[in-house]
């Protein structure tokens, strides 16, 4: 049994290496494509280096995503491959039977789950960031839209609204403002600072500071003022700054569990951070699910020539759970779906068609 496994394992691990550096590839080249018109571009001129740089370190970004659609499509190959061959039947008079397949392609379904996971919450993320810091050397900040990140911090007898404009290459936060209200939702002060930093026990140090200052009831009135620095103590942290000023889907799960948690401690919607956490909790079990999904094609009767189109039917649908997986993401933010449930039910769709394949396919048949 254990020669059996190696050779399915083996097989199955060089098909979905193939097709997923196929995929990267292809993604490699659109990406740079679109560059191509940066080049000589930004504060710091675009140079090409920096742009091939640049693209190289989306592509952990993409293996993430294009990793269930690798394993379904290379399980698939492999898997009609052996039936076109005969190999699968001798194998079969060897002893591996359904149970004992679905077991070893289990197996190494939980090893690609286990890539995913990795490549998902520490490789992608970490070469996001510096792709991002690297455009930002180019175009001399990384913001996001045209009025940069919004945060909100409640203290003791204050409420803050706190937009960043973008973060330099540097660390250093630009075109700060700070809404200050008191308990009863009053504006108290709005403090303006043209740049700041992070001190070493977490609070704000900001520099070229315009204070105004609002007094209300029977002596209202405006007081401005500047003074050159301004400390200010809050458990904003720069981490969750840069998660502000990037798209959640860039974030690892502990990331968007820690800014979920800010975010409902400070009574601020987290729907579309609750629905991206449960994706990346489920994404990488949809790898289970298309080992499952591959199997019943060893089952199968090929003619001569047929597995092209069984392939080409696999990339259908591996596409087609990537479309649907998006378009849940989409309809569950809009609708306010419960998060778990717009983000488990393209997984869920899916495992209930792969063992329904199985029990057909295989165990009826």
């Not at 001129?45 to 640049?54: I, S, V």
């Not at 839209?145 to 290459?169: D, H, M």
């Not at 020539?305 to 649908?317: A, E, N, Q, R």
Request: hydrophobic fraction near 45%; glycine fraction near 8%; charged fraction near 15%.
């Amino acid at each position: 049994m254990k020669t059996i496994r190696r050779l399915i394992y083996v097989e199955v691990v060089q098909a979905v290496a193939f097709v997923s550096l196929g995929f990267l590839a292809l993604f490699f080249f659109f990406d740079f494509v679109d560059e191509l018109p940066n080049l000589g571009k930004g504060i710091q001129p675009y140079r090409m280096t920096q742009a091939l740089l640049y693209v190289g370190l989306r592509m952990p970004s993409h293996l993430y995503e294009l990793l269930p659609i690798a394993v379904l499509i290379g399980t698939i190959f492999v898997m009609a491959r052996f039936a076109q061959s005969s190999e699968y039947t001798i194998l079969r008079t060897s002893g591996l039977g359904p149970w004992r397949a679905l077991r070893a392609l289990l197996l190494l379904g939980f090893a690609f789950t286990l890539l995913t996971v990795l490549t998902g919450d520490y490789l992608s993320p970490l070469s996001d960031r510096t792709g991002q810091l690297l455009k930002a050397r180019m175009d001399g900040s990384l913001s996001v839209g045209t009025t940069g990140a919004w945060l909100k911090e409640r203290q003791r007898y204050f409420s803050y609204n706190v937009n960043v404009k973008s973060l330099s290459p540097d660390g250093q936060l630009l075109g700060i403002r700070i809404f200050e209200a008191d308990t009863r939702g009053y504006l108290v002060s709005l403090t303006q600072a043209a740049r700041g930093s992070f001190a070493d026990d977490g609070a704000w140090v900001l520099n070229d500071v315009t204070r105004t200052e609002f007094t209300n009831g029977d002596s209202a009135r405006v007081q401005h003022s500047k003074l050159p620095t301004l400390r200010w103590p809050t458990e904003i942290t720069q981490e969750m700054v840069a998660v502000a000023l990037l798209k959640p889907e860039r974030m690892s799960t502990i990331a968007l569990f820690q800014y979920i948690q800010h975010l409902e401690a400070n009574s601020q919607t987290s729907q579309r951070y609750e629905i991206e956490f449960w994706r990346k909790v489920f994404y990488p079990l949809s790898c289970l699910v298309m080992v499952v999904l591959a199997l019943p094609f060893a089952y199968l009767h090929f003619r001569s020539g047929g597995i092209t189109s069984y392939v080409f039917g696999g990339v259908l649908i591996g596409i087609s759970f990537f479309l649907l997986n998006n378009l849940f993401g989409y309809i569950g933010n809009l609708q306010n779906w419960i998060p778990w449930i717009a983000a488990g039910t393209p997984g869920l769709l899916y495992t209930l068609l792969s063992l329904g394949a199985f029990g057909w396919l295989v165990l009826r048949r």
